[in-house]
């Protein structure tokens, strides 16, 4: 049973608009969810991350919003750049006894058309 | 930003072989991490390691499967023998203070088991 889930599997968007990525976990002890950004043939990296505690993170053009009560989370990219497609990994590992040990979803490959 | 290198991208081996994966970490990370992700399968942790030892193994780190970091070199993953399950792609990580929020994942050795 996958503890983190990632919809959609693929998602196909025009250039400047806004794509969003959904992911939803199981274990309420989850309170750190970071999103990995990996292109192919490179190693995901951290693209972005929200505690708990808060409700949204922005950075640049990536917006997370954060939904404890339903355990939700999404990532949110504007405008949109054919650079952006990627596939996106959100992830999830509780804060107190925190050993760098993530639990990951499946994905979602982000597809810009210019 | 800081890079972890594995070596190599990609290894072909016969089932029953040995294997050696080899990973560059961070030069000034203290904390060493395997994650395996099978085709079409999230990723999944396997195994973290601080101070010569092992402090937490998943269920997927097989008794064939050992970890070390001889005179701070390469942080090495070695299967012994290897089965066809074990094709993958194995990502090794590093982290400066051994928590999910300064993780640096590698780009990933793709192991075949033929």
């Known amino acids: 049973q996958q503890q983190v889930r990632q919809s959609p599997q693929s998602l196909t968007v025009w250039e400047g608009e806004t794509a969003i990525l959904n992911c939803s976990y199981e274990?309420?002890?989850?309170?750190?969810f970071p999103w990995y950004q990996q292109f192919p043939g490179e190693g995901p990296a951290l693209l972005i991350s929200i505690r708990s505690v808060s409700d949204k993170k922005e950075d640049g053009r990536f917006t997370i919003f954060f939904n404890k009560r339903e355990k939700k989370l999404s990532l949110h990219i504007t405008d949109s750049q054919p650079g952006d497609s990627a596939t996106y990994f959100c992830?999830?590992?509780?804060?107190?006894?925190?050993?760098?040990?993530?639990?990951f979803g499946l994905g979602t490959t982000l597809q810009v058309q210019p | 930003g800081p890079k972890v290198l594995q070596i190599p991208s990609h290894q072909i081996i016969d089932m029953g072989q040995m294997v050696t994966l080899n990973c560059d970490p961070v030069?000034?990370?203290?904390?060493f991490y395997w994650y395996k992700q099978i085709l079409g399968q999230q990723m999944e942790f396997l195994v973290n390691f601080y101070n010569g030892k092992v402090m937490e193994k998943s269920k997927l780190f097989k008794d064939q499967f050992s970890v070390e970091r001889p005179d701070g070199s390469y942080f090495t993953l070695k299967i012994q023998p290897t089965a066809l399950e074990d094709s993958a792609v194995y990502f090794c990580a590093s982290s400066q203070l051994g928590s999910a929020e300064t993780l640096y994942f590698g780009s990933g050795t793709r192991l075949t088991v033929l």
């Open positions: 992830a999830a590992s509780p804060i107190t006894g925190n050993t760098g040990k993530l639990i």
């Open positions: 274990d309420s002890t989850f309170n750190y």
């Open positions: 030069s000034n990370h203290l904390y």
